[in-house]
């Protein structure tokens, strides 16, 4: 019956979610027509192409766009975004607009890449675009020429792979859309670049445009092929709409900043290494846990070198050694070295935007070196600390005297009966103080007033 009563609540719900789904579509038909204006500013990332795909998809599900613009500032990003971004594009039935903007902006690396995609490829004065080539053998003399193969006794088959795919990748969207193919293999064998100006007169772009309000007005009534269908633009009117990044995009932009991923992991590590010696699931385990997972989720979603996770796993077992097993600060050292090696190789791309601050891995150094001196400090105290038990243990404790005696007689010391030795005479219920211990016998004194609590 229970599972009956839970499948209509979940069909209900899932109707209701249909429904404001045919609702906002709804509205949005019988909305004046808009163009949605999105943002690509910075490196490109997982972030930078959930927002975009999202807000594509978006687009082509409403009736009254009639374009996208998409404005662009980046020095480039990963591969992995950037071609699902592309894919995206390619797919859309409206429209996309490129424009980079604004002036002094640039379209660098994968930017000239999805501006080759772009239906319309647009710049605005005094920006860029190009320096195309991977930069995974961006070193290369002369970005690859036969004279630097030479020197350098030739690139390796990865990067002849790489290089070769890349071309191909940039003069396939060059001849889809039909502009320059020469030029685009030249940016990426050689990282050539153009300005906005150079760019028109080479046709690697459309035109050029201020703003966006200028690109739409000098783009109305122009014909685009989408999709291979030759489709006119009716832009007159449209108002343009700023798409910002969600919660959910602006949540993943900061998880994936690799400076953030890589404290939440230390978090995390610390966060459950404080747990392991502090026994119970308390708030560092969970905070721990939590801060780890989440680390987890950004480093599947960026550039990891398996190498630089691995030695940064030897790092943080070899400090937990040293906790456990004592080497003097042997395997501390060896496990910092071993753990600031594999944050320097963890993130495994050379453009400075998606890399960790060096800083930033010094300063976890230190404070891994200050973790293992404070547990080396506390382990020496612990073995220099004088350990007292058995009967030695009641020396300096207080005892009661059990029944009245002189020089022999019976004292009550933490719930058991002693005999006792006192040079004084005592009375029942007086209390004395324990100075040694001989036997079974505890020599005691009468306590003074001097010694009360």
Not at 86 to 97: G, H, Y
Not at 380 to 394: C, I, T
Request: aromatic share 6%; charged share 15%.
């Amino acid at each position: 019956m229970s599972r009956w009563v839970i499948g209509i609540l979940l069909g209900c719900l899932i109707g209701l979610t249909d429904l404001s789904s045919a609702d906002t579509i709804k509205s949005d038909n019988v909305l004046s027509r808009t163009i949605p204006v999105l943002t690509i500013s910075g490196a490109i990332g997982p972030a930078v192409g959930d927002y975009v795909i999202n807000e594509i998809q978006r687009a082509n599900r409403r009736s009254n766009v009639p374009a996208i613009i998409i404005t662009i500032d980046t020095p480039g990003g990963l591969v992995s975004s950037l071609r699902d971004i592309n894919q995206q594009i390619l797919a859309s039935n409206i429209p996309v607009l490129c424009l980079v903007y604004p002036q002094g902006a640039r379209a660098a690396s994968a930017g000239t890449y999805i501006l080759y995609a772009c239906h319309i490829a647009a710049m605005a004065p005094a920006t860029t675009l190009g320096a195309a080539t991977p930069v995974q053998i961006g070193g290369m003399p002369g970005g690859g020429s036969p004279e630097g193969e030479e020197e350098n006794h030739g690139p390796s088959a990865m990067e002849k792979k790489i290089l070769n795919d890349s071309i191909a990748y940039i003069r396939s969207l060059a001849q889809l859309r039909g502009r320059n193919a020469e030029w685009a293999e030249k940016a990426v064998r050689e990282a050539a670049t153009l300005s906005a100006s150079e760019a028109l007169d080479n046709n690697v772009i459309n035109l050029i445009a201020d703003t966006p309000d200028v690109l739409a007005e000098r783009l109305h009534s122009q014909t685009v092929v989408v999709n291979k269908q030759p489709q006119e633009m009716d832009l007159q009117g449209a108002a343009l709409e700023p798409r910002t990044p969600d919660w959910r995009n602006k949540f993943l932009a900061t998880i994936t900043d690799p400076n953030i991923a890589y404290i939440l992991m230390m978090i995390g590590v610390y966060g459950l290494l404080l747990e392991f010696y502090s026994p119970g699931f308390g708030i560092a385990g969970t905070i721990g846990a939590i801060s780890l997972l989440v680390a987890l989720y950004a480093f599947q979603l960026l550039p990891v070198n398996y190498v630089g996770l691995g030695l940064i796993l030897v790092g943080i077992a070899l400090l937990i050694a040293e906790a456990m097993v004592p080497s003097f600060g042997l395997l501390g050292v060896g496990g910092i070295i071993a753990f600031t090696l594999g944050s320097v190789f963890l993130i495994d791309t050379d453009l400075p935007e998606l890399k960790i601050s060096m800083s930033l891995i010094y300063a976890i150094a230190i404070v891994s070196g200050g973790f293992i001196v404070l547990v080396l400090k506390t382990l020496w105290n612990f073995r220099h600390k004088q350990v007292v038990s058995g009967a030695d243990a009641l020396i300096g404790c207080e005892a009661e005297a059990d029944n009245n005696f002189t020089e022999h007689g019976f004292v009550l010391i933490r719930g058991e009966r002693w005999a006792a030795r006192c040079d004084e005479p005592l009375r029942k219920g007086d209390v004395v103080v324990v100075d040694t211990v001989d036997g079974l016998t505890l020599q005691v004194r009468k306590r003074t007033g001097s010694e009360e609590k």
